[in-house]
């Protein structure tokens, strides 16, 4: 049986990198070089992220219709926000989301889209959404890429502002136990803060002389 031939234009494509993770690469770099003092304000590093992401691999694969109809969507928010305060914006933008997760959340642009939407409802107080939406992407992304470790973390915030202890708890020990390492300092800060909440003295030490061992330059070991 004859092989099929492949176009100059199609082995050319083949050979390059990657346009999403390429994009994402550089911005981990980033991340990994100035994750001290950005590691405790993780909700406002997922909307950098986000945005991050977004724009740039927008302009560079503009046929991605995942990534189109993201684009629409937040250019829907930032209408609404621009008349009325953040969570009445968010109520007007959410059918939108919606529809995105409906037509593209298994595509990196539905994904990302699902991240920026979680940590939108959980800085407006609408923790059970934001809940519901970081579960949703614990589950769309590879094991020990950053971004599951960044779900898990907004999963973890927002369980603890509801007072669900034990699940924040196991939501940042799952960062702790997975192969990524940006948010790992603050996965073990946040635990030790539940830990101390919960009334667990030697767990408390443990993970405080964790951070301490592991993690000497963590800005707010310290604190603890």
Do not use: C
């Not at 960062?175 to 767990?203: E, F, H, P, S």
């Amino acid at each position: 049986m004859a092989q099929k031939r492949i176009s100059r234009a199609r082995k050319r494509d083949l050979e390059q990198p990657d346009e999403f993770l390429t994009l994402t690469s550089r911005l981990l770099e980033k991340v990994r070089t100035y994750w001290k003092p950005i590691s405790a304000g993780v909700g406002v590093l997922m909307v950098i992220l986000a945005g991050i992401l977004v724009a740039g691999y927008f302009s560079e694969k503009a046929e991605d219709k995942a990534f189109v109809l993201l684009n629409q969507t937040m250019h829907r928010y930032a209408a609404e926000r621009a008349s009325q305060d953040a969570q009445k914006a968010l109520e007007a933008a959410t059918p939108e989301f919606e529809d995105l997760f409906f037509k593209y959340g298994d595509r990196e642009g539905g994904m990302v889209g699902r991240l920026i939407f979680a940590q939108m409802n959980f800085e407006a107080g609408r923790t059970e959404v934001a809940i519901a939406q970081y579960t949703a992407a614990t589950k769309g992304f590879p094991e020990g890429s950053y971004a599951l470790s960044a779900a898990w973390s907004g999963l973890g915030y927002a369980q603890a502002a509801a007072g669900r202890h034990e699940d924040a708890i196991i939501a940042f020990s799952k960062i702790i136990a997975g192969q990524d390492t940006v948010l790992k300092a603050d996965a073990v800060y946040q635990r030790a803060l539940l830990y101390r909440i919960t009334g667990r003295d030697a767990a408390y030490g443990e993970a405080l002389q964790t951070l301490m061992d592991n993690y000497p330059g963590f800005m707010y070991a310290e604190m603890l």
